[in-house]
């Protein structure tokens, strides 16, 4: 399929990404602790939506990444903020 | 300086083919994500795909407003069923499709019926008042109508009518802002 990434390759990149999201998941309490100290809004914060534009483009980017996943026939089946993670571009 | 964010996601752990229709394991699922027809008994036909779905419209809604998210956390039976109907509650949809009554099947569980939706409904203000805690700060009132809006059709209590993630990259939200 032109354009769909090899789902294997994104498969191996996100348990790289979520072997080191989980050690700092030691750090909290529950599930939802930790999805309040990844996704702190404010403007201090390195992982903040800062306005309604950052935050479209990075819904924007979160849609694209399921449509390439459903386009491969598999869906995700535990979607939450917790799963998904925000990485700035240099 | 501009910076560009990127979505990442991981934990495939529940991953499968997405025509799958899966019936979760109740007690084991993290049903603040759970589509309300897997709860309450409605009878209508979902799949992997369409809860895929359901869930970007709830993430939108917690990003949205955080830290005043709009999941409900925790396992219990109870709670599993305010979750569905504050789902309903947020559609302010009684009837579905298929002729079912959501308030007749919430009532066999002691919960309070849904308020229906009338013609003066605001999904802005219906999502606040559903919403863990009461929104602080300068909002666009315009702008936050725009994720409403997509986030709810992502929601929709029908499963067959829920946006594809294709069709809601294309929502207006994103040519608006």
């Known amino acids: ?90 | 300086m501009s910076t560009e964010k990127t979505a990442i996601i991981a934990d495939f752990g529940t991953g499968g083919n997405k025509s799958s229709i899966k019936r979760f394991n109740k007690s084991a699922f993290p049903f603040n994500m759970m589509p309300p027809e897997y709860i309450l008994d409605v009878n209508l036909k979902s799949d992997l795909e369409s809860h895929d779905r359901f869930a970007l419209g709830v993430m939108i809604l917690n990003y949205l407003y955080f830290p005043c998210i709009f999941s409900m956390n925790g396992h219990d039976p109870v709670n599993r069923l305010r979750w569905a109907r504050k789902v309903y509650q947020v559609h302010g949809i009684v009837k579905l499709s298929n002729g079912v009554n959501v308030n007749s099947k919430l009532a066999a569980t002691g919960l309070q019926p849904v308020d229906e939706k009338k013609s003066d409904w605001d999904p802005v203000k219906n999502v606040k008042r559903l919403l863990k805690c009461s929104v602080k700060g300068k909002r666009d009132d315009g702008l936050d109508a725009l994720f409403v809006d997509l986030a709810l059709k992502l929601m929709d209590v029908e499963p067959s009518k829920r946006l594809s993630a294709q069709q809601a990259g294309l929502h207006k939200v994103f040519t608006n802002i």
Request: glycine content about 4%.
């Open chain 1, 1 to 90: 399929m032109q354009g769909i990434p090899n789902l294997g390759e994104e498969l191996l990149k996100t348990k790289v990404v979520a072997n080191r999201l989980r050690n700092m998941q030691k750090f909290c309490d529950s599930a939802s602790n930790c999805s309040a100290d990844l996704f702190v809004r404010n403007d201090n914060s390195p992982n903040s939506f800062n306005n309604y534009s950052d935050l479209a483009r990075f819904v924007k980017s979160l849609l694209k990444a399921v449509e390439i996943l459903h386009a491969t026939g598999y869906a995700h089946g535990d979607l939450k903020i917790e799963v998904s993670f925000i990485f700035r571009s240099e």
